[in-house]
């Protein structure tokens, strides 16, 4: 225990510099995480998503699109999710259907969905095939403030 005592006395000058470097390096991580990610507690999309709960689309909602889409001739399944204010189709269709054809089940969630809703979400259209082809897949989308869906090349 003496010797502890001494070493501590002799060594003291070192101890006091290591302490202090240890406690400003615990506050300078703390402040620079501070700096760097000054929002991290906080929803991912900020304020986006600020209105959304007017224009929320229920599940059963969703559902019953999803089922008028898959009424079409050339649809063989449906996939939907809402993320933020996007919806997202993802729509399997017969790998030999026309892609114009494949294209009008835009024109189902344009009819389905209420002119308020369209202005305030985005929508994507994936139009894929479980089989491999030359035409899929294709992806349209339709902006907030767009009136029609745009498609990819």
């Known amino acids: 225990m003496e010797n502890l005592k001494k070493f501590f006395l002799k060594q003291k000058f070192k101890i006091i ?3 202090t470097i240890i406690i400003l390096l615990a506050l300078g991580t703390f402040y620079g ?3 760097l990610l000054p929002d991290r507690g906080q929803s991912i999309y900020g304020s986006r998503l600020e209105g959304i709960n007017e224009y929320e689309i229920d599940k059963n909602r969703l559902s019953e699109i999803k089922e008028l889409v898959l009424e ?3 649809v063989e399944k449906v996939n939907t999710n ?4 996007i919806v997202n189709f993802v729509v399997y269709v017969d790998f030999e259907a026309d892609l114009e054809v494949a294209k009008s089940v835009s024109e189902i969630l344009l009819v389905e969905f209420t002119e308020e809703e369209k202005g305030f979400y985005d929508m994507q259209l994936f139009l894929t095939s479980e089989e491999e082809s030359d035409i899929y897949p294709k992806i349209g989308y ?3 403030t767009s009136v029609n869906f745009v498609w990819s090349n």
């Open 82 to 85: 809402i993320s933020g204010k």
């Open 142 to 144: 339709k902006h907030s």
């Open 33 to 35: 995480m501070k700096v």
């Open 17 to 19: 510099i290591i302490a």
């Open 72 to 74: 079409s001739e050339i």
